[in-house]
DNA sequence: CCAATATTCTATCGTCTCATAGAATAACGG
DNA sequence: CCGTTATTCTATGAGACGATAGAATATTGG
């Protein structure tokens, strides 16, 4: 085996994982299950996409490693295959922010920037929870919760939050997390909550960039209903 | 706009850049390219690709956000975009190598494991520099070491390696670095200086690596030849 | 302004990929 | 062991992509 073989056998195989990357579905997906392990059936739903195409999706990031499958009675569960996988996509993430100004644009659309300059970095976040200084919510699907959470957040799904918000402290600043730089459950639970009177902001990342940071992850224990 | 074609919209962006990774000929364009600037010819002999299909691939990269051009007379250099690409294409590589056994196995026929083995990490090769306990020696091309190289060590490319090694003292440890972990250049001077009788291992990574961690580059003034 | 050089643009053909429909499989509940 | 549910496998047509050939562009040097 010479020289050229080897390299092309080598960036053939970065290019098989590179290739799954390709497609807004799948990265969709993995954004999702960047949250924790989900059947089947609880992605498609949230990615708003067939079963059959979510699926199929699902079997190209199998084959290219990137996720893993467990049986669980007649659910099958998709999970990351490890945290390296995090990081690539917002690895990815990043640079198109960077790079392309599209990406800028569809976001100018949806999130307002205000928002955005007002977001808490997960460092700041650590140290305003030490001091007790903030009250954190969790605006994920409670499953999300379940799977894995900030120590000492509240699990307040955003279409609980209206009704629920007796629970949270009048006085205190509230911060709502969500999965990521790009999700927008924290946004709308915090334009909720300021028309309702409350100081609140939003984390300007998500759970699993919290894992990523290194930082401690809390699970429920009772094994989350399905969905 | 609603959330759904926000999200459609967001993640056709990520998929953009990440389809462009989707080819190997691209991924050893940017591996390339992760050592500094080069022309297309530079890349083309490089990556042994005929200059029409680098220029194709280059445009889908710039076209992505990933590279940047400048003219320079008749030659155009491409360069990476910023250094969270170089760090994108690691986080690739370091998920493909996890992930697919096929790598390891491409690998092993070329890579002999025990140099592996006895890599060294970039951190310890930084204290053992700092202790001048080793000669350190680059063994990329010359205008990849002018480009940017770690301070201290010496250029002495792969090729000429065989007929400078009076340059280098007899005594200590000889550490190789080139271009990356894939990158056979180092292996291949460690196999050489240890028949010569010479005391040698490689680095673990490369110069783009070295740059990533945050350690200081140092670049030759005069500007390199091309190639 | 013309020739030479480096590179890109445009167009073509074969191949790969995607969405999706229909059939098949695997585990559970009775 | 049979029907049901969740999911995958197989097959197919439309469209996208890659390699590459030929024409075009931009800069330099005369």
């Known amino acids: 085996m010479d020289h050229r073989a080897f390299k092309a056998a080598l960036y053939a195989q970065f290019a098989r994982v590179g290739h799954t990357l390709g497609s807004p ?3 969709e997906l993995l954004d999702l299950l960047a949250q ?14 067939p079963i059959k195409n979510t699926s199929a999706h699902l079997r190209a990031l ?9 049986r669980e009675g007649t659910y099958i569960r998709y999970r990351l295959a490890d945290d390296h ?14 790079r392309l100004a599209e990406v800028e644009q569809v976001t100018a ?28 919510i969790d605006v994920r699907p409670r499953d999300e919760f379940d799977a894995g959470h900030i120590p000492g957040a509240l699990s307040v799904p955003l279409a609980e939050l209206g009704r629920r918000l007796d629970e949270l402290p009048k006085r205190k600043e509230i911060i709502a997390y969500c999965r990521g730089p ?16 409350r100081r609140a902001r939003r984390a ?24």
Chains 1, 2 share one sequence.
Not at 182 to 197: D, I, P, W
Request: hydrophobic share 40%.
């Open 25 to 27: 579905k799948r990265l």
């Open 36 to 49: 924790g392990e989900k059947t089947v059936e609880a992605l498609a739903e949230q990615s708003a996409t």
């Open 62 to 70: 199998r084959q290219a490693g990137l996720v893993e499958t467990s």
């Open 85 to 98: 996988v995090t990081a690539l996509v917002r690895s990815l993430q990043e640079v198109s922010r960077r």
């Open 109 to 136: 659309l949806y999130l307002d920037r205000r928002d955005e300059m007002e977001a808490v970095t997960l460092s700041e976040l650590r140290r305003l929870m030490r001091d007790e200084a903030v009250t954190v």
């Open 182 to 197: 790009y999700c927008v459950y924290s946004l709308e639970a915090v334009t909720l909550l300021r028309k309702r009177g």
């Open 204 to 227: 300007a990342e998500g759970l699993p960039d919290w894992r990523l940071a290194g930082y401690v992850v809390e699970r429920t224990l009772a094994p989350a209903a399905t969905r």
